[in-house]
């Protein structure tokens, strides 16, 4: 099982994303230069938290028209299972992978602290390790976080259960004060109508290991490792 | 670039990106709270956006346009979030 690391210039998770599939994991894992047109055989796709091109116009709005992101496409196309963390969710925003946007936070502020998130669909390639409803802890660090949709097409994407994690408490209510960047309807990540690309902008490699304060990314890493394990054997 | 393209006019575009009505502008209103702070207290509203200047070189005005039209919605402004106007002149000698 190999995994494609996305590496722009600016991207910052690239290395920890490396450590956590192959050190902790123990797969294969490949960076993947932004203006590589190929994506060298990997089984699924990260695209990783940074600053993509300086993050310069918008967020993302560069680094979509990087050639790798025509493979990345491609590859989506053909049913790969693509994640998006942090910048990676503006990147696949901005490339049309997934709907919506990704706005400056309301509070104006860098927010870099762990939150919790309620998982709203298990049955995804990249949550089936969750129960519905389960609540994950795991870190932020951004300042373009606040999910936009207008309301049509926000009530569509809830209506075909396109969200699969809220910012919620550490019961796991949804509420305005668990929401840290003012995403509409608390969202902190969702998945496209085919369900082979997700995007959060929380960071599950950074918790996969306790001595980084939490290990509840693994359950987003080992959901993935399990969808793909089928087309490894 | 073509020749044709090299000596063609060169024009200058002044482009507004802002965010559609219907999108919370935290920036814009923290902007407002701190002219009210300065007791400007008539303004009513404020919105950040986005100025941008290319200079182009085209056939003529249409061309420009055209072409700066296709700019904005590929790339200037991301039409979820934003909407976009602009206008087209003879670029000013330096």
Redesign the interface.
């Known amino acids: 099982m190999k995994f494609g690391i996305l590496v722009f210039p600016g991207t910052w998770s690239d290395r920890d994303w490396h450590h956590v599939l192959t050190r902790t994991l123990g797969h294969e894992a490949e960076y993947i230069w932004h203006d590589d047109r190929d994506l060298h055989g990997c089984d699924a796709v990260i695209v990783p938290g940074g600053f993509a091109h300086g993050d310069y116009?918008?967020v993302g709005?560069?680094a979509r028209?990087s050639p790798v992101m025509d493979a990345v496409a491609r590859f989506a196309e053909n049913g790969g299972l693509v994640l998006g963390s942090c910048n990676g969710f503006q990147i696949l925003?901005?490339a049309g992978l997934l709907?919506?946007?990704l706005?400056?936070?309301?509070?104006?502020s860098f927010r870099c602290e762990w939150v919790h998130l309620r998982v709203e669909r298990a049955d995804t390639p990249f949550t089936n390790a969750c129960q519905p409803g389960q609540v994950l802890r795991i870190p932020i660090s951004h300042g373009d976080g606040n999910f936009?949709?207008?309301?049509a097409e926000l009530a569509a994407l809830e209506a075909r259960g396109g969200v699969v994690f809220r910012y919620c408490d550490a019961e796991g209510n949804v509420t305005p004060e668990a929401n840290p960047n003012?995403s509409r309807n608390n969202i902190a990540g969702i998945i496209n109508e085919r369900g082979n690309v997700l995007a959060l902008m929380p960071h599950p490699e950074r918790c996969c290991e306790p001595e980084l304060g939490g290990t509840d990314g693994r359950y987003i890493c080992d959901s993935l490792v399990a969808s793909l394990a089928p087309a490894a054997r | 670039m073509s020749e044709a393209t090299q000596t063609a006019t060169l024009w200058l575009a002044r482009i507004h990106v802002t965010l559609k009505p219907a999108v919370v502008d935290p920036q814009g209103d923290t902007i407002l709270s701190a002219l009210h702070q300065l007791h400007f207290n008539d303004v009513q509203g404020v919105r950040a956006g986005k100025y941008l200047e290319v200079t182009l070189r085209a056939a003529d005005a249409d061309a420009a346009a055209a072409s700066v039209d296709a700019m904005c919605s590929t790339l200037l402004a991301n039409p979820v979030i934003e909407r976009y106007t602009f206008d087209v002149e003879v670029a000013p000698e330096d």
């Open positions: 116009l918008r709005a560069i028209f925003t901005e709907s919506g946007a706005l400056r936070n309301a509070s104006l936009y949709l207008d309301d003012g």
